[in-house]
Protein backbone atom coordinates (compact mmCIF):
# COMPACT_ATOMS: atom_id res chain seq x y z
CA UNK A 1 0.00 0.00 0.00
CA UNK A 2 1.40 2.96 -1.22
CA UNK A 3 2.27 5.82 1.69
CA UNK A 4 0.56 9.49 1.45
CA UNK A 5 2.99 12.46 0.09
CA UNK A 6 3.22 14.35 3.77
CA UNK A 7 2.30 18.03 3.70
CA UNK A 8 4.88 20.30 5.21
CA UNK A 9 3.37 22.72 7.90
CA UNK A 10 4.28 25.70 6.10
CA UNK A 11 2.02 24.25 3.04
CA UNK A 12 -0.68 23.60 5.30
CA UNK A 13 -0.89 27.05 6.83
CA UNK A 14 -0.74 28.74 2.96
CA UNK A 15 -3.56 26.76 2.18
CA UNK A 16 -5.90 27.65 5.02
CA UNK A 17 -4.71 31.30 4.66
CA UNK A 18 -8.08 31.72 1.77
CA UNK A 19 -9.84 30.21 4.34
CA UNK A 20 -8.92 32.78 6.83
CA UNK A 21 -8.47 36.16 5.39
CA UNK A 22 -11.95 37.91 5.31
CA UNK A 23 -13.66 38.22 1.50
CA UNK A 24 -12.93 41.34 -0.05
CA UNK A 25 -16.56 42.94 0.48
CA UNK A 26 -16.25 42.24 4.54
CA UNK A 27 -13.28 44.66 4.35
CA UNK A 28 -14.98 47.26 2.10
CA UNK A 29 -17.67 46.82 4.69
CA UNK A 30 -15.66 47.31 8.01
CA UNK A 31 -13.99 49.99 6.04
CA UNK A 32 -17.18 51.66 5.69
CA UNK A 33 -18.11 51.08 9.13
CA UNK A 34 -15.05 52.03 10.61
CA UNK A 35 -15.32 55.85 8.27
CA UNK A 36 -19.05 56.07 9.87
CA UNK A 37 -18.35 55.87 13.34
CA UNK A 38 -15.33 57.94 12.83
CA UNK A 39 -17.89 60.39 11.51
CA UNK A 40 -20.21 60.03 13.96
CA UNK A 41 -17.65 60.80 16.67
CA UNK A 42 -16.57 64.34 15.05
CA UNK A 43 -20.48 64.94 14.34
CA UNK A 44 -20.24 64.33 18.53
CA UNK A 45 -17.29 66.69 18.69
CA UNK A 46 -18.90 69.40 17.13
CA UNK A 47 -22.23 69.21 18.97
CA UNK A 48 -20.54 69.58 22.39
CA UNK A 49 -18.12 72.12 20.37
CA UNK A 50 -21.98 73.92 19.40
CA UNK A 51 -22.77 73.49 22.94
CA UNK A 52 -19.84 75.44 24.26
CA UNK A 53 -20.55 78.60 21.82
CA UNK A 54 -23.58 79.18 22.82
CA UNK A 55 -23.15 78.69 26.48
CA UNK A 56 -23.60 81.72 29.29
CA UNK A 57 -20.76 83.42 30.14
CA UNK A 58 -21.81 84.75 33.41
CA UNK A 59 -19.52 86.07 35.74
CA UNK A 60 -19.03 88.72 38.74
CA UNK A 61 -17.61 91.71 37.58
CA UNK A 62 -16.48 94.05 40.84
CA UNK A 63 -17.08 97.14 41.99
CA UNK A 64 -17.84 100.54 39.59
CA UNK A 65 -14.55 101.52 38.78
CA UNK A 66 -12.88 104.87 41.26
CA UNK A 67 -12.18 108.70 40.49
CA UNK A 68 -14.59 108.29 37.31
CA UNK A 69 -18.14 109.87 38.52
CA UNK A 70 -19.27 106.21 37.72
CA UNK A 71 -22.62 104.78 38.53
CA UNK A 72 -23.86 101.22 38.51
CA UNK A 73 -27.15 100.80 35.92
CA UNK A 74 -29.17 98.25 35.36
CA UNK A 75 -31.18 97.96 32.01
CA UNK A 76 -34.26 96.57 30.70
CA UNK A 77 -33.95 94.53 27.54
CA UNK A 78 -36.37 92.82 24.99
CA UNK A 79 -34.03 89.95 24.72
CA UNK A 80 -35.78 89.32 27.96
CA UNK A 81 -32.56 90.08 30.33
CA UNK A 82 -32.07 93.04 32.38
CA UNK A 83 -29.01 94.17 31.72
CA UNK A 84 -26.22 95.10 34.17
CA UNK A 85 -23.39 97.96 33.15
CA UNK A 86 -21.60 101.45 34.62
CA UNK A 87 -21.98 104.82 33.39
CA UNK A 88 -19.38 106.91 33.51
CA UNK A 89 -20.21 110.54 33.42
CA UNK A 90 -17.81 112.90 32.12
CA UNK A 91 -18.88 116.41 33.60
CA UNK A 92 -19.47 119.16 30.39
CA UNK A 93 -19.55 116.18 27.87
CA UNK A 94 -21.27 116.59 24.67
CA UNK A 95 -21.12 113.19 23.33
CA UNK A 96 -22.28 109.74 25.48
CA UNK A 97 -20.28 106.70 24.00
CA UNK A 98 -21.63 103.17 24.08
CA UNK A 99 -19.02 100.43 24.38
CA UNK A 100 -20.54 97.12 23.69
CA UNK A 101 -18.08 94.11 24.38
CA UNK A 102 -16.80 91.06 22.30
CA UNK A 103 -17.98 87.58 22.57
CA UNK A 104 -17.08 86.21 25.65
CA UNK A 105 -16.44 89.38 27.24
CA UNK A 106 -17.95 91.73 29.68
CA UNK A 107 -17.90 95.62 30.28
CA UNK A 108 -14.45 95.64 31.50
CA UNK A 109 -13.00 94.38 28.04
CA UNK A 110 -13.89 97.85 26.94
CA UNK A 111 -13.02 99.93 30.39
CA UNK A 112 -9.78 100.94 28.70
CA UNK A 113 -11.92 102.73 25.80
CA UNK A 114 -13.85 103.83 28.50
CA UNK A 115 -10.86 105.56 30.11
CA UNK A 116 -9.73 107.22 27.69
CA UNK A 117 -13.18 108.71 25.95
CA UNK A 118 -13.46 110.17 29.68
CA UNK A 119 -9.83 111.56 29.83
CA UNK A 120 -11.34 113.26 26.34
CA UNK A 121 -14.48 114.64 27.80
CA UNK A 122 -17.06 111.96 26.15
CA UNK A 123 -19.10 110.16 28.69
CA UNK A 124 -19.26 106.34 28.24
CA UNK A 125 -21.64 103.72 29.00
CA UNK A 126 -20.71 100.00 29.70
CA UNK A 127 -22.68 97.01 29.69
CA UNK A 128 -22.80 93.32 29.89
CA UNK A 129 -25.01 91.45 26.80
CA UNK A 130 -27.51 89.25 27.97
CA UNK A 131 -25.68 85.50 29.13
CA UNK A 132 -22.37 87.68 29.41
CA UNK A 133 -21.02 88.83 32.85
CA UNK A 134 -23.84 89.86 35.32
CA UNK A 135 -26.52 90.11 32.93
CA UNK A 136 -28.73 87.33 32.72
CA UNK A 137 -29.83 85.12 29.89
CA UNK A 138 -29.80 81.28 28.82
CA UNK A 139 -27.83 81.34 25.56
CA UNK A 140 -25.39 83.73 23.78
CA UNK A 141 -26.87 83.92 20.11
CA UNK A 142 -24.27 85.95 18.19
CA UNK A 143 -25.87 89.10 17.78
CA UNK A 144 -29.19 88.28 17.57
CA UNK A 145 -30.63 88.78 21.16
CA UNK A 146 -27.86 91.02 21.64
CA UNK A 147 -29.23 93.46 18.91
CA UNK A 148 -32.12 93.52 21.66
CA UNK A 149 -29.45 94.44 24.07
CA UNK A 150 -28.21 97.84 21.93
CA UNK A 151 -31.18 99.25 20.95
CA UNK A 152 -32.09 98.80 24.81
CA UNK A 153 -28.80 100.85 25.77
CA UNK A 154 -29.30 103.21 22.82
CA UNK A 155 -33.17 103.83 24.43
CA UNK A 156 -31.69 104.29 27.95
CA UNK A 157 -28.58 106.90 26.81
CA UNK A 158 -30.72 108.74 24.85
CA UNK A 159 -33.04 109.55 27.92
CA UNK A 160 -30.26 109.94 30.49
CA UNK A 161 -28.56 112.40 28.22
CA UNK A 162 -30.92 113.78 25.81
CA UNK A 163 -29.08 116.85 24.27
CA UNK A 164 -25.90 114.49 23.96
CA UNK A 165 -24.72 113.00 20.57
CA UNK A 166 -25.05 109.63 20.48
CA UNK A 167 -21.97 107.03 19.32
CA UNK A 168 -21.56 103.60 19.69
CA UNK A 169 -18.53 101.22 18.91
CA UNK A 170 -18.62 97.59 19.20
CA UNK A 171 -15.94 94.92 19.08
CA UNK A 172 -16.35 91.55 16.68
CA UNK A 173 -20.35 90.73 18.53
CA UNK A 174 -20.60 94.31 19.92
CA UNK A 175 -20.36 95.51 16.51
CA UNK A 176 -22.79 92.09 15.04
CA UNK A 177 -24.94 93.45 17.59
CA UNK A 178 -25.05 97.45 16.61
CA UNK A 179 -25.71 96.15 13.03
CA UNK A 180 -27.75 93.99 13.54
CA UNK A 181 -29.88 96.27 15.29
CA UNK A 182 -30.35 98.16 12.39
CA UNK A 183 -33.43 97.04 11.44
CA UNK A 184 -37.03 98.20 10.94
CA UNK A 185 -36.43 100.60 14.26
CA UNK A 186 -33.73 103.47 12.98
CA UNK A 187 -31.70 103.91 16.07
CA UNK A 188 -30.29 107.35 14.96
CA UNK A 189 -27.24 107.17 16.10
CA UNK A 190 -24.47 110.31 14.91
CA UNK A 191 -21.70 107.98 14.65
CA UNK A 192 -20.49 103.76 15.28
CA UNK A 193 -17.28 102.25 15.49
CA UNK A 194 -16.73 98.71 14.13
CA UNK A 195 -13.88 96.93 15.24
CA UNK A 196 -13.11 93.34 13.85
CA UNK A 197 -16.97 92.42 13.02
CA UNK A 198 -17.55 89.44 10.98
CA UNK A 199 -19.85 89.85 7.65
CA UNK A 200 -22.06 86.63 8.01
CA UNK A 201 -21.92 83.59 10.33
CA UNK A 202 -21.32 81.53 7.96
CA UNK A 203 -17.97 83.18 7.42
CA UNK A 204 -17.05 83.08 10.98
CA UNK A 205 -17.50 79.65 11.68
CA UNK A 206 -15.76 78.85 8.70
CA UNK A 207 -12.72 80.76 9.37
CA UNK A 208 -12.61 79.78 12.58
CA UNK A 209 -12.57 76.15 11.87
CA UNK A 210 -10.20 76.91 9.02
CA UNK A 211 -7.05 77.51 11.48
CA UNK A 212 -7.71 74.16 13.51
CA UNK A 213 -8.91 71.57 10.70
CA UNK A 214 -7.81 73.06 7.45
CA UNK A 215 -9.75 72.08 4.19
CA UNK A 216 -12.25 69.90 6.70
CA UNK A 217 -13.58 73.40 7.56
CA UNK A 218 -15.93 72.94 4.67
CA UNK A 219 -17.58 70.15 6.38
CA UNK A 220 -17.78 71.17 9.60
CA UNK A 221 -19.15 74.86 9.39
CA UNK A 222 -21.83 73.36 8.28
CA UNK A 223 -22.34 71.34 11.22
CA UNK A 224 -22.21 74.13 13.41
CA UNK A 225 -24.52 76.43 12.02
CA UNK A 226 -27.49 73.52 11.38
CA UNK A 227 -27.46 73.26 15.14
CA UNK A 228 -28.78 77.20 15.03
CA UNK A 229 -32.28 76.14 14.50
CA UNK A 230 -32.03 73.41 17.17
CA UNK A 231 -30.44 75.18 20.36
CA UNK A 232 -30.92 78.87 19.37
CA UNK A 233 -34.19 79.21 17.13
CA UNK A 234 -32.46 81.06 14.18
CA UNK A 235 -30.73 80.53 11.31
CA UNK A 236 -27.97 81.85 9.61
CA UNK A 237 -29.94 84.05 7.49
CA UNK A 238 -30.57 85.66 10.63
CA UNK A 239 -26.79 86.71 11.30
CA UNK A 240 -25.80 88.25 8.57
CA UNK A 241 -24.45 91.88 9.70
CA UNK A 242 -23.18 92.71 6.52
CA UNK A 243 -26.49 92.92 5.10
CA UNK A 244 -27.50 95.93 7.49
CA UNK A 245 -24.67 98.29 7.15
CA UNK A 246 -26.31 100.24 4.78
CA UNK A 247 -28.88 101.19 7.34
CA UNK A 248 -26.47 103.23 9.16
CA UNK A 249 -27.35 106.55 8.25
CA UNK A 250 -24.20 108.36 10.22
CA UNK A 251 -20.95 108.28 9.47
CA UNK A 252 -18.93 104.79 10.36
CA UNK A 253 -15.36 104.01 11.63
CA UNK A 254 -14.32 100.54 10.53
CA UNK A 255 -11.20 99.06 11.86
CA UNK A 256 -9.41 95.10 11.75
CA UNK A 257 -6.23 93.77 12.12
CA UNK A 258 -4.06 93.03 8.43
CA UNK A 259 -3.16 89.69 10.43
CA UNK A 260 -7.21 88.44 11.63
CA UNK A 261 -7.73 85.23 10.58
CA UNK A 262 -11.16 85.18 12.39
CA UNK A 263 -12.33 87.84 10.48
CA UNK A 264 -9.84 88.15 7.40
CA UNK A 265 -9.03 91.88 5.62
CA UNK A 266 -10.85 90.90 2.63
CA UNK A 267 -13.72 90.35 5.16
CA UNK A 268 -13.18 93.73 6.58
CA UNK A 269 -12.77 95.47 3.12
CA UNK A 270 -16.28 94.15 2.18
CA UNK A 271 -17.63 95.47 5.18
CA UNK A 272 -16.46 98.98 4.35
CA UNK A 273 -17.48 98.54 0.65
CA UNK A 274 -21.18 98.09 1.38
CA UNK A 275 -21.33 100.85 4.05
CA UNK A 276 -22.77 103.99 2.99
CA UNK A 277 -20.76 107.43 2.96
CA UNK A 278 -19.11 109.33 5.23
CA UNK A 279 -16.84 106.38 6.25
CA UNK A 280 -13.34 105.36 6.80
CA UNK A 281 -11.46 102.19 7.34
CA UNK A 282 -7.78 101.75 9.33
CA UNK A 283 -6.48 98.30 8.92
CA UNK A 284 -3.62 97.70 12.08
CA UNK A 285 0.03 96.33 10.46
CA UNK A 286 0.46 93.05 11.27
CA UNK A 287 -2.35 92.77 14.15
CA UNK A 288 -4.86 89.51 14.77
CA UNK A 289 -8.24 89.08 16.37
CA UNK A 290 -7.72 90.85 19.21
CA UNK A 291 -8.04 93.84 21.31
CA UNK A 292 -7.01 96.59 18.77
CA UNK A 293 -7.05 99.37 21.48
CA UNK A 294 -3.79 97.47 23.33
CA UNK A 295 -2.61 96.03 19.99
CA UNK A 296 -1.58 99.81 19.08
CA UNK A 297 -2.95 102.47 21.31
CA UNK A 298 -1.35 105.27 20.00
CA UNK A 299 -3.11 104.49 16.57
CA UNK A 300 -6.38 103.11 17.63
CA UNK A 301 -7.11 106.35 20.05
CA UNK A 302 -5.92 109.03 17.50
CA UNK A 303 -8.06 107.53 14.83
CA UNK A 304 -10.98 107.32 17.00
CA UNK A 305 -10.86 110.76 18.57
CA UNK A 306 -10.29 111.76 14.96
CA UNK A 307 -13.35 110.44 14.34
CA UNK A 308 -15.18 111.47 17.27
CA UNK A 309 -13.98 115.22 16.61
CA UNK A 310 -15.25 115.23 13.40
CA UNK A 311 -18.92 114.45 13.67
Same mark, same amino acid.
Given at each position: ?A?S?ST??SS?E???????????????R?????AG?????A?????FL?????EPV?R?????P????????R??SE??????G?Y????G???TV?L???????????L???H?LS???YSC????F???GE?QG??I???????E? $?R? =?????R *??T???Q +????G?S %????A???A??T?????D??V??S?Y?T????LY???Q???GP $??A =?????? *??QL??? +??I?T?? %??PIE???L???P?LI???S?D??TT?A??R?????????????L????????L?QA??E?Y?AR?L?F???L
Open positions: MRKSPRSALLPLLAPPRTSRRWLQISLTFLGLSVYWGEKLVQQIGVVEGRFAIEVIESGSKLAWLDTPARTLAHPLHGDRRAMGRAFDAGLLFDQAHSDATFGFLEAD $LA =VVNYA *ALPEN +LVAIW %LGGAILLQGENLALGVLEVPIDEANRLMRV $LA =VFAPVL *AWPLR +LGGDD %LRHINLHCVLGGAEHPETALFAAALNPKSLVFEGVRHTDHNQLEVQLAE
